[in-house]
């Protein structure tokens, strides 16, 4: 989804929300739009069209995306806790303004985490050791069917919902 679509997609509170949250961080916005675009670009390379399901290919372009925002912003600053905070708060308004049922939105944000995860443990490897260790973990993703289950997964293991 382009960025123009979210945006029609989103209510007055949930753009006054996003256009201060980018306001407040305005050197984060143009990293997280590259970030966005490359991990389409790569999870359409790795998955094709498989990605836009609640698939462990979801889970990867989730984390990718997590990962990526934060690898990004933090050429911008270097406070981690900064740029990990900004990635969960830019994917948590995505997530919001674009509501599927709970388990989904759950598990979007789960994957988001990973990510978030993934960028602390890993921030100083190259791009290509971080996507193979995320295929890695897309490999091992846990199928889950309800939120007790979400609940007892660790945050450096991603889940999905559809098996293909």
């Not at 509170?13 to 256009?19: C, E, I, K, P």
């Not at 999870?43 to 925002?69: D, Y």
């Not at 990510?115 to 890695?136: H, R």
Request: hydrophobic residues 45%; charged residues 20%; proline residues 2%.
């Amino acid at each position: 989804m382009g960025l123009w679509q979210f945006i029609k997609k989103i209510n007055a509170r949930q753009f006054w929300s996003l256009f201060k949250l980018c306001i407040s961080h305005i050197w984060f916005v143009w990293p997280t739009l590259k970030a966005t675009q490359r991990t389409v670009a790569l999870a359409n390379t790795h998955f094709g069209s498989r990605h836009h399901k609640n698939t462990r290919a979801n889970a990867f372009r989730h984390a990718l995306w997590n990962f990526l925002i934060a690898k990004e912003c933090s050429g911008w600053n270097k406070k981690e806790d900064t740029v990990i905070s900004w990635t969960k708060h830019i994917t948590e308004i995505h997530e919001m303004a674009l509501p599927g049922n709970v388990l989904a939105n759950a598990m979007d944000i789960h994957n988001n985490e990973v990510g978030q995860y993934v960028f602390l443990q890993n921030k100083e490897i190259a791009l290509e050791k971080t996507l193979a260790l995320l295929l890695e973990m897309t490999r091992n993703s846990k199928k889950i069917s309800t939120l007790d289950e979400l609940v007892i997964v660790p945050k450096d293991q991603m889940v999905h919902l559809i098996d293909v």
